[in-house]
């Protein structure tokens, strides 16, 4: 099987969404945008303000409800991620992964971060990228030291 054939795939079992849309579902509580794109590019063109940043490598463990690593937002299956990657290819292979993994909600931005800039949605640029989750860890705002 070609990587188009599995693109293809892999899209055919998501509601893919436009950024706009993308944006405002993730307004819900139940649902979260995760960026997968790597430092390099998110230090270049910018982040979606609230956005969940994994690395691909680890986005399964960190989603899914039942692991060990994951994240203090990954509390159930029904949530719905929105996975964003530069262009929209990736984060189609990644939605559909999780989806295997039994998150049914998981799906992806059209176009992605070049789209959501196109769409002239907001994005922030900082002089140091988001670091990436990791297990158990929260949300940036909500680191406490002790």
């Known amino acids: 099987m070609s990587i188009d054939a ?3 795939r892999s899209r055919a079992g998501l509601h893919r969404l436009p950024p706009a849309e993308a944006w405002s579902a993730a ?3 139940d649902t979260f945008i995760v960026d997968t794109r790597p430092e390099f590019q998110r ?3 910018g982040e979606v303000p609230g956005a969940i940043v994994i690395e691909r490598n680890q986005l399964e463990w960190r989603l899914d409800p039942l692991c060990d690593a994951r994240i203090p937002e990954a509390t159930s299956a ?3 991620w929105i996975i964003l990657c530069d262009e929209g290819y990736s984060s189609s292979l ?3 992964s999780l989806r295997q993994i039994g998150l049914a909600n998981a799906t992806d931005v059209i176009g992605g971060f070049q789209a959501w800039i196109t769409a002239g949605l907001q994005v922030i640029r ?8 990791g297990p158990g860890e929260p949300a940036r705002g909500e680191l ?3």
């Open 27 to 29: 307004s819900r509580t």
């Open 126 to 133: 900082q002089a140091t990228p988001t670091r990436p989750r």
């Open 144 to 146: 406490t030291y002790g």
């Open 78 to 80: 029904d949530i719905q």
């Open 94 to 96: 990644a939605a559909s």
């Open 43 to 45: 230090r270049r063109d």
């Open 6 to 8: 599995l693109l293809a």
